[in-house]
């Protein structure tokens, strides 16, 4: 059996995971390497047997107390040899103390679970047609008009860290439109649709009620050429999952999001679509 030389990813090298994941049904988005590399340099691991990727793994580290793991993949033609078990233990031991967490595949689950992480809830990945989908009126705005301040505090509300850099690049990258709702001058939801390599994806989606979820869902996909579109929902907002069978979609993909440890809490209702299931 070869030897497995586990690395960091060049920056530009990432996009070698993101069509991994492609090629196992996770549909990226077209610039989402991109927008992965702001986080951590070091957190996007490659194992090359004889030069050439043989797998992928990261686990980025977003500050001193979380991580999120992700782009765990084996080149198929060299799984179940034990390399799988190399990559997750480099990758594991990168996030040091930190607390981990994952979007992983439900037939997986239990092997996670050997690992110390724990299920918090699924998120349901629905899509349908956009096609007929018309806004609702509302006053609804490009998310750039909006303080990025008042963006990134609203993000940090539903996600276990702060991450402004990254927040800065996913709604700024090429082909990502935003749009937000703002009631009485204070930010009532936002969100941002990107083109993936099946469709457009709606993520995130943050409001503070349903109706301006909706508002902006619907002005999100009417902006843009889409005929197809996928929106993740965390399974235990009711009210996300209501809004995106009202839209017309229907399951289609399921993760589970697990945790290693404690994580800060967080205003779960306020999110009706997940950001990216790779990075949280």
């Known amino acids: 059996m070869s030897e497995l030389h586990i690395r960091a990813m060049r920056p530009d090298e990432i996009s070698v995971a993101v069509e991994w994941a492609a090629a196992e049904g996770w549909n990226p988005g077209l610039a989402d390497a991109a927008c992965f590399a702001t986080v951590d340099p070091h957190g996007f691991l490659v194992g090359e047997l004889d030069g050439a990727p043989a797998a992928t793994i990261s686990c980025v580290n977003y500050d001193s107390s979380f991580s999120f793991l992700g782009f765990y993949i084996v080149r198929e033609d060299v799984r179940g040899l034990g390399y799988g078990v190399r990559m997750w233990n480099a990758a594991i031991a990168h996030a040091g103390p930190r607390v981990i967490g994952l979007d992983g595949v439900i037939a997986q689950q239990a092997n996670y679970a050997r690992s110390g992480f724990k299920l918090a809830y699924a998120n349901i990945r629905y899509g349908g047609s956009a096609i007929g989908l018309c806004p609702r009126q509302a006053d609804v705005v490009p998310l750039g008009e909006v303080p990025f301040a008042a963006v990134e ?128």
């Open 153 to 280: 505090a609203s993000d940090a509300a539903v996600f276990p860290a702060r991450r402004p850099a990254f927040v800065s690049a996913w709604i700024n990258s090429p082909g990502h439109v935003g749009r937000a709702l703002v009631r009485d001058g204070r930010l009532a939801a936002w969100g941002v649709i990107r083109p993936c390599r099946k469709g457009y994806k709606i993520g995130p989606l943050i409001a503070h009620d349903c109706p301006a979820a909706e508002a902006v869902a619907r002005t999100l996909v009417a902006a843009t050429s889409a005929t197809e579109f996928f929106l993740d929902v965390p399974s235990i907002n009711q009210k996300a999952v209501a809004l995106a069978q009202r839209l017309g979609l229907v399951p289609v993909f399921e993760t589970a999001r697990m945790y290693t440890g404690a994580i800060p809490p967080m205003q779960l209702e306020r999110v009706y679509g997940v950001t990216t299931f790779e990075l949280g």
